[in-house]
């Protein structure tokens, strides 16, 4: 054995005695799974102390939750849609605006589509309530709310869009990303339908509450919440 072999021995043992840092699949340390927890609760806790202590109408954000679901399903919509279109960026402005055009129709008919089924226990909650819709249309907070929704579904699609471009890896983020919305939505909806219609106006703090929580449970814990609804075809598919 030469000295260079017992000299690479002898450093990889050494290395072995030495810690390593944390991989990317290692676990979070304890201290830094709370300060998500208490970041991700605090943030989500935005919408209920507004409506418990600073006079925020509940009825408002929850038509903007709504409105933030159909933008994040219109993000993904939207990017598998210039996806398919097969626009590359390398031809010119020109392909990439028109890839875009296609992309921002295909979003908006699906979510045109879906929007329906989804948003109808949301008028029947309104209506339980004894709120109408001119009340949450004049409420000023309701247009700031939409315009920070749309642009933050404007850059969901162009981040969406760069991951689908990556290739397999980027398919089941964008996929994963899908899967939280439905399932966050999904929570709300049945809330609505056991609690919120029976509840009169206090339906409308239930469902700000079930949303927050869901949001915090999805940052929190996004594989688990994303599989909390599995899909039974997928599991079906490979057995």
Do not use: C
Not at 49 to 63: C, D, E, H, K, N
Not at 185 to 196: D, I
Request: a positive charge; zero cysteines; glycine letters at 10%.
């Amino acid at each position: 054995m030469g000295k260079r072999d017992r000299a690479r021995r002898a450093g990889t043992r050494a290395e072995a005695l030495l810690p390593r840092p944390p991989g990317p699949d290692a676990p979070p340390s304890a201290a830094e799974r709370a300060w998500r927890l208490a970041l991700a609760v605090a943030r989500n806790l935005v919408g209920i102390v507004g409506v418990l202590f600073f006079g925020w109408s509940a009825s408002t954000l929850v038509v903007l939750y709504f409105a933030d679901t159909l933008a994040g399903m219109w993000a993904v919509f939207a990017a598998v849609g210039f996806k398919l279109s097969n626009a590359d960026p390398r031809q010119g402005l020109g392909t990439v605006a028109e890839g875009a055009l296609s992309a921002t129709a295909v979003g908006l008919f699906l979510v045109a589509v879906v929007a329906v089924p989804l948003g109808i226990p949301v008028v029947m909650l309104l209506g339980a309530s004894g709120v109408t819709w001119r009340q949450v249309t004049t409420d000023p907070t309701l247009a700031t709310g939409i315009g920070v929704i749309a642009l933050t579904g404007l850059v969901g699609a162009v981040r969406h869009v760069f991951a689908l471009a990556g290739g397999r890896a980027g398919d089941v983020a964008v996929k994963h990303t899908f899967a939280i919305l439905m399932t966050r939505w999904v929570l709300v909806l049945l809330a609505v339908y056991t609690l919120g219609s029976v509840l009169g106006r206090f339906g409308l703090y239930v469902i700000v509450a079930v949303y927050a929580a869901a949001s915090t449970w999805s940052e929190l814990e996004p594989e688990r919440f994303a599989n909390l609804f599995p899909d039974r075809r997928a599991a079906e598919a490979r057995d």
